[in-house]
T-cell receptor, first 112, second 113 residues
Framework: QKEVEQDPGPLSVPEGAIVSLNCTYS??????FMWYRQYSRKGPELLMYTYSSGNKEDGRFTAQVDKSSKYISLFIRDSQPSDSATYLCAMSAGGGADGLTFGKGTHLIIQP | NAGVMQNPRHLVRRRGQEARLRCSPM?????VYWYRQLPEEGLKFMVYLQKENIIDESGMPKERFSAEFPKEGPSILRIQQVVRGDSAAYFCASSPGSSETQYFGPGTRLLVL
């Protein structure tokens, strides 16, 4: 079993839809959870950073962490074509004192 | 405030040559991380450095790969005697402290012929 599982997609939705992206993990030591967006042939861009369980909202983005289920989600409201990218979940036990463990990424396509 | 800078952005090497990848962290950041992204694979952690110290190199291949972050100048990831399997995108990230999140550079794409 991989440490972090993420459906690679592609996930294709119409413009304006609510997008739900998810990751599951097996290492109960993970406490810090991040979502990055990566456009083709670019570096990952940090979207959301959360600690432990709970929700965090930033504009059109909401991150949820359920440590009891080892499940994290990213919701995108009012999706735009410019949101089309690969979304990577990442997590760590030390919050930066160690390397991040990434999922493989979900390729998201927003249809105009 | 400039972001994390990496150069070169593209590097072509023949088998057996050396590859040197450079990373300048964001201003005020003293922690540097290197990751490798193989085709169809996720980002894999390689090494974590602070100025003049390697903190965690658990993700580094045991042979041919080395990294440094000198007191002055950029962090360097060095790959000796490159093989075709080293072809990948190499990303550098930096953070201001050990418990802070990481910000990534644009990457160096290495192609080994």
């Amino acid at each position: 079993q991989k440490e972090v599982e993420q459906d690679p997609g592609p996930l294709s939705v119409p413009e304006g839809a609510i997008v739900s992206l998810n990751c599951t993990y097996s290492n109960s030591a993970f406490q810090y959870f991040m979502w990055y967006r990566q456009y083709s042939r670019k570096g990952p861009e940090l979207l959301m950073y959360t600690y432990s369980s709970g929700n965090k909202e930033d504009g059109r983005f909401t991150a949820q962490v359920d440590k009891s289920s080892k499940y994290i989600s990213l919701f995108i409201r009012d999706s735009q074509p410019s949101d089309s990218a690969t979304y990577l979940c990442a997590m760590s036990a030390g919050g930066g004192a160690d390397g991040l463990t990434f999922g493989k990424g979900t390729h998201l396509i927003i249809q105009p | 405030n400039a972001g994390v800078m990496q150069n070169p952005r593209h590097l072509v090497r023949r088998r057996g040559q050396e590859a040197r990848l450079r990373c300048s962290p964001m201003k005020g950041h003293s922690h540097v991380y290197w990751y490798r992204q193989l085709p169809e694979e996720g980002l894999k952690f390689m090494v974590y450095l602070q100025k003049e110290n390697i903190i965690d190199e658990s993700g580094m291949p045991k042979e041919r790969f080395s990294a440094e972050f000198p007191k002055e100048g950029p962090s360097i990831l060095r790959i000796q005697q490159v093989v075709r399997g080293d072809s990948a995108a190499y990303f550098c990230a930096s953070s201001p402290g050990s418990s802070e999140t990481q910000y990534f550079g644009p990457g160096t794409r290495l192609l080994v012929l």
